[in-house]
């Protein structure tokens, strides 16, 4: 449980030096681009060299003009047009969300282990009439099947049908135990595109309120508002895939321990039955 907690915390420091880092990358990038064109402007006379030099800004700052910078200089780009202020909620669904993903993937890759091997172990040494041999080896193997073992073992001196309730009510919190953090995920799924949907809105308000400014419609004026509403959109659907694909390895885990608890304990009290035959 102390090492439990201790994975929990150090996942969601690094979630927060993550989401803390990209927004300063983010808002030092989007301060810079800002500042440069409007000193450019304000030092251009006519609006036809201002809006040359502003386009040549762009251009140079686009990766793919340059003809370098890969994917990540086109994403940090594209996710400072989307507005980074906006953006950055999107951003923290995404390392949130990745953050509980991690913890839950930790928690599950430790818990599994060779599940026929340990039942084995303690059919042979409730063979050899060794009981607390048995509980010591479930106690020092880690995971839900060892757990759901020993168990069983302290409730040997019972019937079978005792024993199997028992199994099936600590199967329960096992269960539910592997399946914490997953709701937070799923929460994270649905709020990204959710805020890709709320950044569309936005971004269409923002065009209709400088259509209404300019009293004209403009292709110029309409195209950033519809620009910064597709972007958003975008990253958030992208953000929710992202969350989607390790939610489902998530539950395949789940379910393939599930089957391993299942499994182990109908070995245990085959194993259990033979003990108390022995001993009959």
């Known amino acids: 449980m102390y090492q439990r907690n201790i994975r929990r915390k150090w996942t969601i ?9 990209v927004m300063q990358q983010a808002f030092a990038q989007h301060t810079t681009h800002n500042d440069s064109v409007a000193t450019t402007v304000s030092d251009t006379i006519d609006n036809d060299s201002a809006m040359a030099v502003i386009d040549a800004d762009l251009n140079a700052m686009d990766p793919t003009a340059q003809g370098g910078g890969g994917l990540h200089k086109m994403l940090k780009q594209k996710f400072i047009e989307g507005s980074a202020g906006f953006m950055s909620l999107v951003a923290l669904a995404l390392i949130a969300g990745l953050a509980f993903c991690i913890e839950r993937i930790l928690y599950l890759t430790l818990s599994e282990i060779n599940a026929k091997k340990l039942l084995k172990d303690i059919d042979e040494r409730l063979t050899a009439n060794d009981v607390e041999g048995a509980k010591t080896l479930c106690r020092e193997t880690r995971g839900p099947v060892a757990s759901i073992c020993y168990q069983g073992l302290l409730h040997q001196k019972e019937t079978l049908d005792q024993i199997d309730r028992q199994l099936t009510n600590y199967g329960s919190v096992q269960i539910s135990n592997m399946e914490k953090g997953c709701s937070w995920i799923k929460f994270f ?13 936005i971004g269409m308000v923002i065009a ?4 209404q400014t300019a009293g004209d419609i403009s292709p110029t004026i309409v195209a950033e508002g519809m620009k910064v509403a597709l972007i958003t959109t975008i990253f958030g659907i992208i953000v929710a895939l992202i969350l989607q694909f390790f939610y489902n390895y998530i539950l395949s885990k789940i379910e393939h321990l599930t089957s391993q608890m299942e499994e182990s304990a109908i ?3 085959d194993a259990l039955s033979k003990y108390k035959q022995q001993h009959d």
């Open 13 to 21: 420091v690094l979630a927060v030096f993550a989401f803390t880092f």
């Open 267 to 269: 070995s245990l009290i």
């Open 189 to 201: 799924i649905a709020a990204a595109p959710s805020l890709g949907f709320l950044g569309t809105v």
């Open 208 to 211: 209709f309120d400088r259509i």
